[in-house]
């Protein structure tokens, strides 16, 4: 068993750029109990975060010949069967706490933590494949990369539901699911469908970064729309669509040099306007028009699915791509549902948090739905740059919306 960093730079980062792990769920899962313990599962967590809850590792068998790691976290003075959050993953090889790249965090920890001093149980669990924080990954391909993909995430996720259930300590009529990313796609298909999922039908769902778009539509934002987006928001000085050449040459200054080197060739030849761009030879690189023309061919997004670099996620891809999104799925669930989304995600844009909120209210299913966007945020929740985002644990705040909505809704 290694530590994989194959796709690990894309984790969380692209909404379905990962080839993922699932597998048929067994509701009568094995579990293996050690002693509780209060210290941290991974280096970045807050120790004193665990004081007074009880923590037990089981093991959750997930069918297809894999048995997989998890936590199942209570209040320890609890004496009646507790509300119980469980909590699915963004798209990749994700351990159980779902530990960022680089160490930057690990966006499950702190919820947990939150929902334990709300009086919830918690229940995270490491994906097929993967076999330790890190994430630590399994030399086995074929539970990494299992056949229909996203299909087989979402059975995982309900042998886990199934298992929260069976638990003495939960109320099985009280589950929540709390998703992020790729997650808040697979809450919102299984609450909408229970029962083809053999799953109790959810207490309510909480969604972060929320997948409410087709795929393709995400996937051609987060590898070449964005790109545009950038030089109107931080190159564009005069707002007028088009870079001189002083515009193009500060806006690429402190730029990540892996951005600039994508970027420069586009714009500049040497210290003077990019003549193959400029094709209206006019001195100025227009924005949407000239620079756009020449990043859709070397993005290859106009031959999707077959778009370099994405070659060996092309069956996720079609998988997902076959299940409603969530401003398709969540309108079904008469639950109640609280959707968050930063004002700078460009891999699940705050508009469609919105729109998929509209869309819950319009189908009249459900009266109880927020949706909160918060300013300066990213896809993983947390304060930082818009274009060139640093991975981070939860913004306080999200943690304390949604312990305020949990308290709420116990």
């Known amino acids: 068993m290694t530590t994989s960093t194959k796709y690990r730079k894309l984790t969380i980062g692209l909404t379905a750029a990962f080839l993922l792990a699932g597998g048929v769920g067994a509701a009568s899962a094995g579990v293996t109990e050690k002693a509780p313990h209060h210290g941290p599962s991974a280096s970045s967590s807050k120790a ?8 037990k590792q089981v093991r959750i068998d997930l069918g297809k010949g894999w048995v997989t790691k998890a936590e199942l976290t209570y209040p320890t003075h609890a004496k009646k069967r507790l509300p119980l959050v469980v909590m699915l993953h963004g798209s990749g090889h994700n351990d159980m706490n779902q530990t960022l790249p680089g160490g930057k965090g ?12 709300e ?21 086995e391909q074929n539970q990494l990369n299992p056949e229909n993909p996203y299909a087989q995430i979402q059975k995982d996720a309900a042998s886990v539901i199934r298992f929260g259930a069976a638990s003495s300590k939960v109320d099985a009529s009280k589950i929540f699911l709390l ?12 609450a909408s469908d229970p029962k083809t999922y053999g799953i109790p039908k959810p207490a309510g769902v909480i969604a972060m970064g929320v997948v409410g778009q087709d795929i393709k539509e995400l996937l051609t934002l987060q590898l070449y729309g964005r790109l545009l987006l950038q030089m109107h928001d931080e190159f564009d000085v005069d707002a007028d669509g088009q870079l001189t050449r002083t515009e193009a040459v500060d806006g690429l200054g402190g730029q990540p040099k892996d951005l600039a080197d994508q970027i420069r060739p586009v714009l500049l030849d040497g210290d003077r306007i990019q003549a193959s761009t400029d094709t209206n030879k ?6 949407d028009g000239e620079a756009g023309a020449v990043l859709r061919k070397a993005t290859g997004i106009d031959n999707y699915p077959d778009v370099p670099g994405l070659e060996d996620l092309q069956e996720y891809v079609a998988d997902i791509a076959r299940f409603p999104t969530v401003t398709e799925a969540l309108p079904k669930f008469s639950g109640p549902t609280l959707l968050l989304n930063g004002e700078n995600d460009l891999q699940t844009p705050a508009r469609v948090a919105l729109t998929a909120d ?6 009249g299913n459900n009266e109880d739905h927020e949706v909160i966007i918060y300013p300066g945020m990213a896809h993983t929740m947390n304060l930082t740059r818009k274009f060139v985002p640093e991975f981070g644990d939860p913004d306080r705040q999200v943690v304390k919306d949604v312990r305020t909505w949990l308290r709420s809704h116990r």
């Open 179 to 190: 998703g992020h990313s790729e997650g808040t796609n697979v809450a919102a298909n299984l």
């Open 106 to 117: 690990a966006t499950f920890l702190p919820l947990a933590q939150g929902a334990s001093r």
């Open 358 to 363: 509209a869309a819950i209210g319009a189908a």
């Open 48 to 55: 004193s975060g665990w004081e007074g809850v009880t923590r």
């Open 282 to 287: 006019d001195g100025k690189i227009a924005i």
């Open 119 to 139: 009086g919830f149980a918690t229940l995270r669990f490491n994906k097929r494949g993967v076999t330790g924080i890190g994430p630590v990954e399994s030399k």
